[in-house]
């Protein structure tokens, strides 16, 4: 019902290739992916290569180039210290940074890079600067960056980022967390950091760059009192490539983890690769009791409205990660959901499958003429 208004509406908007792609027959996978620990990314480099990492002793990678349907041995990065989320493919040239701190954040970092897709890492010497009252912040355990590709700040690296304010523990300290990022001009060498997302209690979070140069930033509630629908997701917007955050608002209608407790969860998020749409998926677990029921969103207005949502896999669901396709490459028209699941397991599937979804009556699916 909601799909064959759809595929007429979106093919006829748009000529290009993407979206034709993503709109191939209904189609869904899942494939376990690693078997032990804790914190998944994944990203899909310029070459279409899926990339998966993982891991907390051991930061592990593995890697698809053939849109998802083989996976490589593990690659391992470092067998000690957090996963610290937020990796970031250069589109510019290829390269990619992993980010792992030494133990549960705040803690010393390490930088990881590879030039050649993935298949070797060294430790990368990066500087990573302080905001604007002095405070450096922590990389655990954010979605993936991205590289802004539609405004004057194109090429610049972006990743969140966040702020473990008066410390982690004990737990009445977690009001005084909150989220940022931070980003390079100078192709991952020199990092600087936003100012503070305006929401305390934050904690990991996500960002995609729409198609008018704007910032989309999406957040965890990593802890709050009752009041300010503490359950559910903030969202923001930047206007000057992630450096500052406005019109900060609850998105009412995406959860943030188990709805019996204002303790959020980790959240995956992407933007598909289209040119004049801004079409995003969102990940997390939809239920009222505990970490199951992994879902995702869909939105084509760039995150004001999440119209459609559809089950992806009913058993244990915790943090997530998403990532979608490159054109012309095995990727094309492809998204992948890499989640926490007795290890991890990454689903690969395309909008037309989520487009056979259920309402969420939060907006309506567009009738794009």
Not at 269 to 284: A, E, F, G
Not at 309 to 315: A, M
């Amino acid at each position: 019902m909601i799909l064959g208004s759809v595929l007429s509406t979106l093919s006829t908007q748009s000529d290009h290739n993407e979206i034709k792609a993503f709109l191939s027959p209904a189609e869904m996978k899942i494939q376990q992916i690693f078997n032990d620990e804790r914190f998944p990314n994944v990203i899909v480099t310029p070459a279409g290569t899926v990339l998966a990492s993982w891991g907390r002793p051991n930061i592990r990678v593995r890697r698809s180039e053939d849109g998802g349907e083989n996976w490589s041995n593990e690659i391992v990065i470092s067998k000690s210290g957090f996963h610290g989320g937020g990796t970031t493919v250069n589109e510019v040239n290829g390269e990619i940074f992993i980010f792992v701190e030494e133990s549960h954040p705040p803690a010393p970092l390490l930088v990881y890079q590879s030039k050649d897709d993935g298949k070797t890492w060294k430790e990368h010497k990066v500087k990573i600067g302080t905001d604007s009252s002095g405070k450096q912040p922590s990389m655990h355990m954010n979605e993936h960056g991205i590289t802004l590709q539609h405004s004057k700040y194109k090429g610049r690296l972006l990743r969140p980022t966040r702020f473990y304010g008066e410390g982690n523990r004990p737990e009445s300290l977690w009001p005084t967390h909150f989220t940022n990022a931070i980003f390079s001009d100078d192709g991952g060498q020199t990092w600087h950091v936003s100012d503070p997302f305006p929401e305390y209690g934050t904690g990991e979070a996500a960002v995609v760059e729409l198609f008018d140069g704007r910032v989309y930033y999406n957040s965890r509630r990593h802890w709050a009192p009752e009041g300010k629908n503490p359950r559910r997701r903030w969202a923001g917007w930047s206007n000057d490539g992630g450096m500052t955050w406005s019109e900060t608002k609850i998105c009412k209608a995406l959860p943030d983890g188990a709805q019996n407790s204002n303790y959020g969860c980790m959240g995956g998020l992407s933007r598909l690769r289209l040119k004049d749409q801004d079409i995003l998926v969102y990940s997390n677990c939809d239920s009222e009791e505990s970490r199951t029921h992994g879902t995702a969103w869909v939105s084509f207005d760039g995150g004001v409205t999440w119209p459609i949502k559809r089950l992806v896999y009913e058993g244990d669901f915790a943090y997530s990660s998403i990532d979608v396709g490159y054109p012309n490459t095995a990727t094309e028209g492809w998204i992948y959901l890499h989640f926490e699941s007795q290890g991890s397991k990454i689903a690969r599937f395309n909008l037309s499958w989520l487009l056979e979804g259920e309402s969420t009556g939060d907006g309506e699916v567009p009738l794009l003429t």
